[in-house]
């Protein structure tokens, strides 16, 4: 009897560290905000592509993919997030100025206007 009842408990707890692996809206939005505070821009490229790649797709995310990739001076992949962050959200002045210097540093200018 105590067999079972051990091995069920064991059974319920590896369940539970395994199910900490997959991804969900809230593990997404705390782990791309903790790389993000954090200044941890090569992480966040990789957690946030990762994210991408599984469906998750909102304003925030893109707008932290964005600075990430503008941090690390990739400013053609930031103009992208940003261009499909500033889709969800065109009225942020923090996104436009982001969009604005990513136009500006690809030699974009007729478009950095815009913003």
């Known amino acids: 009897m105590y067999r079972i009842i051990i091995f069920t408990m064991l059974f319920f707890l ?7 692996d997959t991804l969900n809206s809230k593990t997404v939005e705390y782990q791309s ?6 200044d941890n821009w090569k992480e966040l490229v990789s957690f946030g592509e990762e994210a991408i790649d599984k469906g998750f797709d ?6 932290r993919m ?7 001076k ?5 103009q992208k ?10 009225t942020d ?9 990513c136009y500006v540093f690809n030699a974009q200018y007729d478009e950095a206007r815009k913003f």
């Open 14 to 20: 590896a369940k539970n560290i395994f199910a900490q």
């Open 33 to 38: 905000y903790q790389l993000y505070q954090s």
């Open 58 to 63: 909102y304003y925030y995310l893109r707008l």
């Open 66 to 72: 964005g600075i990430a990739c503008y941090e690390l």
């Open 74 to 78: 990739n400013f053609r992949k930031a």
């Open 81 to 90: 997030h940003l261009w499909k962050a500033h889709r969800f959200n065109s």
């Open 93 to 101: 002045d923090v996104l436009n100025e982001y969009l604005y210097y």
